[in-house]
T-cell receptor, first 113, second 118 residues
Framework: LAKTTQPISMDSYEGQEVNITCSHN???????ITWYQQFPSQGPRFIIQ???TKVTNEVASLFIPADRKSSTLSLPRVSLSDTAVYYC??????????????FGGGTRVLVKP | GAVVSQHPSWVICKSGTSVKIECRSL??????MFWYRQFPKQSLMLMAT?????????EQGVEKDKFLINHASLTLSTLTVTSAHPEDSSFYIC??????????????FGNGTRLTVT
């Protein structure tokens, strides 16, 4: 199971772009990269998922270099409501026997006015 | 979109009693569900994998006789904390993968259950 490393915390200001990089040096061929957002006293919420290159949706972009040993979640023009903990997970489909998605420490993002 | 409903959202119980937490998939079938525990300011810790129609798989260090998991249908998994003690006080969260089995399936999470044992 690929271990992930993220910065513990990041501060930003409203309107800025926030980039969070996750390292996963031992990512396996079948592994996807998934990011989740968690607010206090709530369950995590799926943000974005990718396998390689770049993925973009209505809330974020995910950049994955060719070697896939890291990935960067990009949050454009953050607002105060984006203050949360962001988790990077790497793994194969959780349906497969023996696979289990474990959470790393996450990155606590604080958006200031 | 896919919704995972967890109930109750919070519960307070006395030491020595048992508490049941329900996790339902509202608009999809979940053959697998995951149960996590989260202490304040910490990350989620996977406790067990709940499998419909078969025994749950517990992570190392998680007592299966204390944390009873039942996954009797494709839309419901329950976690029962038996003989709860104050150290069991935590935030319990369930999740289920949503998507075709042939693809990596993102997890959808319930809103968690705050358990306080007095």
């Amino acid at each position: 199971l690929a271990k992930t490393t993220q910065p513990i915390s990041m501060d930003s200001y409203e309107g800025q772009e926030v980039n969070i990089t996750c390292s996963h040096n031992n990512i396996a061929t079948n592994d996807y990269i998934t990011w989740y957002q968690q607010f206090p006293s709530q369950g995590p919420r799926f943000i974005i998922q990718g396998y390689k290159t770049k993925v973009t949706n209505e809330v974020a972009s995910l950049f994955i270099p060719a070697d896939r040993k890291s990935s960067t979640l990009s949050l454009p023009r953050v607002s105060l409501s984006d203050t949360a903990v962001y988790y990077c997970l790497v793994g194969d489909t959780p349906r497969a026997a023996g696979n289990k998605l474990t959470f790393g420490g996450g990155t606590r993002v604080l958006v200031k006015p | 979109g896919a919704v995972v409903s967890q109930h109750p959202s919070w519960v307070i119980c006395k030491s020595g009693t048992s508490v049941k937490i329900e996790c339902r998939s509202l608009d999809f079938q979940a053959t697998t569900m995951f149960w996590y525990r989260q202490f304040p300011k910490q990350s989620l810790m996977l406790m067990a994998t709940s499998n419909e129609g078969s025994k749950a798989t517990y992570e190392q260090g998680v007592e299966k006789d204390k944390f009873l998991i039942n996954h009797a249908s494709l839309t419901l998994s329950t976690l029962t904390v038996t003989s709860a003690h104050p150290e069991d006080s935590s935030f319990y969260i369930c999740s289920a993968p949503v998507g075709p089995s042939s693809y990596n399936s993102p997890l959808h999470f319930g809103n968690g259950t705050r358990l306080t044992v007095t």
